[in-house]
């Protein structure tokens, strides 16, 4: 991560229309790249109609080298995925072939994500008054996901927004960025890293990661349904009718670890409850259930807890009221 300059917002405003460019990093990143545009924009006149193998050399030379650690550290996740030279082949594979539909519209889509930043991070400080006027945030290209938070290898929490992928799924950035904002907040104030997926913690941390940055971004973004929310009208959606029965499930697989002790990557079960998919991950329940189940926590706890007390938890704290919630709630009938 350490390689591609993160911007500040308020740097960004007067350029962003033209290129979204980063500005200063930690200085362990401070050696000038392009902006993410730019960058695209050269390395797709050279790669466009080219073999494969050429394209890929192309995008390591333009995209990944400038920002070497942050694409090792976080797009690929080298160090927790043993194959993910192999994954990222087949995503650029995959991405190279959609990019000539999409290739013009890339640099305004940075820029337009800059300016959604700025009014999410406006947003979003009003109700939490702590956060960051500049938060650490890093335009990339990526196959693999539209918005990601990781850590740097000095420690420094960071959130990448996969330009191209935010573009093809057309998403909804006054709902998107308010989430992914408080995974940054919580990493920053409570040590809360990854979305709650963190070594030798347990599936009750990212239930807690991705409820309340659910419902943190209803409060950020109103006026949407739940399933919105959750990054789709199915996903995650639970009637309150299911929810004793879908908090009986989780508690069965809430001592399970986030990070598998054998693989060292994702453990199934946490796929099983917060990942999205084509087929059916967890039946009886929606894919993502584990966003939906997590909200409703959140909502119970709020009646004891304000917002501002839950995203200052530690890791542990979080997990101990998580287990409590889930088992007021496994206990109605």
Known sequence: MGRFPTFAIAALLAIAAATARAS??????RTAAPSIASSFETFWTAARGKPFDRQLALWNRYIEDPRETLYRSVVWDATDIPNWRRWKTDGLKMRFGQYPRIASRIPREAATIVHALRAASGRFRKLLPGASRKPRVALVLSPDFDSKSGVLPDGTPILALAVDTLLLEKANLRILLPHELFHLYDAQHAGVMNDG????????????????????????????ADGQYMFGKMLGRLPASRLPAAARAFLADASSETIDPKTHGISRLHADWFEGDSKALNPPYPNRAGYGLGLNLIRRLRATHSLQQMASWTPGEAQRHMLTALAAMAARS
């Open 197 to 224: 997926v963190m070594p030798g913690t347990h599936l009750t941390l990212p239930l807690f990661a991705e409820g309340l940055a659910v419902c943190v971004s209803s409060q950020v973004s109103p006026g949407y």
């Open 24 to 29: 200063p990093a930690p200085a362990a990143q």
